[in-house]
């Protein structure tokens, strides 16, 4: 048998599987099925032959005492236990397409569940209470909260992987092999009209914020705030009054938009009437350039549907309506006008890891992660990168499986901070937040750290 721990790469690791099954490997999918444990400590539910949770307590156990190569000679080796069913201790969900094949086709699974788990922080014994939790909170002074869309659904803005009411779930119409496609940078190059049919649903509509959003404030206005990553792209950020100084939009937001051709980039507002009519925008630039006399490539009279030509004259500028068929012009070689949100494909601003690597990691004192599953990279592994011995406190509706933070409070993202700024002596001001709101706030079964906050009934 090969040893696992020699193929540390996800793509090196992945490299043994046969051709027929390499499309089904790519690196996202493969942390979002596979690698996605969705029951008790990231044990997968519904799996025939699973481990049990204790089972798979012990196992992880033993491979941190002995480490891998150790590990695998107790385990795969002396076949006392199949890779495929050793896969499920780490939180990995068999798929369906190595069904009936031999167990050494999920060695390369196995593998990386092992690294995964070894790369996982350990969590600080001595941080499990709510009130460890507003202990942190008042004595911390470089706080990095990081946020995802759970921040913002109280305002009637969809998260993306929510069962039912994600905005994933709901595209199942496009007929794409990933509703993640949509967002695809290669796929937008190719057909951008995919994207402008459901930009609608995902451009911001509001100005108001959260109070999550004004509970990040407040900690910014103690001087405790030491950096807001945020991978939203609702720019709700700034109507909240977060300092552009204090804020690193890892996935870009509406706020403006770039020429896929020129690079010309112009306030989002401007192509705000495309997104909303689910039309394609052409850059303004490209058009007028490709209307000069002297630059008559692409440009030709358009015909109307009688075969004549249009004779209304096109105004200089005019270009609010690129998408429309009453245009006077082909405009085939205008470029395409893409908000600047980051695309899968894309890499990350260039202040992401300028921020991390070179000011907060040395800096930061407390890590709040708030209204986010955790799993998209590069941002879902800013948790692990950060020193191990800097306490990290969760705050959304459901559990993240997958990192094992200090303290967990599952709820609704506002009830929670609201919560601890109450028992924090701290004033939470927002206008969402009911005056004599009470929350039950109860520890999780099994768990020593793990919480949740209900609100009580009137």
Known sequence: MPALGQELDPVQELSGISDESE????????????????????????????CTLEEALAFRKRLRLVGEDQFVIETIEAETITAKKLCTAFGIRPPSFLEGRPDSAYYPLLGLGITRELEKRVKLPQYNSIDDAVALLKKS?????????????????????????????????LGLSDPQEVFDIHLFREDPTIFYSVAKDILPTTNRFSPTHAFIRLLQDKDKLLTNFTQNIDNLEG???????????????????????????????EIYKELKAGKVAHCGRCIRRLQRPENPV??????????????????????????SEEYDFDIAAAGVMKPDITFFGEGLPAGFHQRLVEHDKDLVDLVIVIGTSLKVAPVSEVVGFL????????????????????????????VVVNELCKRAGWTLEHDMI????????????????????KVKAA
């Open 141 to 173: 002074k470089n706080i990095i909260v990081l946020t995802g869309a759970g921040i913002s659904t109280s305002l009637g803005i969809p998260d993306f992987r929510s069962k039912n009411t994600g905005l994933y779930s709901q595209l199942a119409y």
């Open 387 to 414: 020193p191990a011995h800097v306490p990290q406190m969760f705050i959304s509706r459901d559990p993240c499986l997958h990192v094992d933070f200090d303290i967990e409070m599952l709820g609704d993202c506002d």
């Open 239 to 269: 109507y909240a009054g977060i300092s552009a100084e204090k804020l690193i939009q890892c996935h870009g937001s509406f706020a403006t938009a770039s020429c896929q051709a020129c690079k010309y980039k112009v306030k989002g507002e």
């Open 23 to 50: 499309e089904e490997w790519e690196n996202e999918s493969l942390y979002e099925d596979a690698l996605d444990g969705d029951g008790d400590k990231g044990v997968p539910n519904r799996v025939t032959d699973a």
């Open 434 to 453: 009911p005056p004599k709101q009470e929350v039950d706030v109860q520890l999780a079964d099994g768990y020593e750290s793990r919480y949740t906050f």
């Open 298 to 323: 692409g440009m030709k009279r358009k015909r109307s549907s009688n075969g004549k030509s249009h004779s209304k004259p096109r105004r200089k500028g005019d270009y609010d309506d690129d998408s």
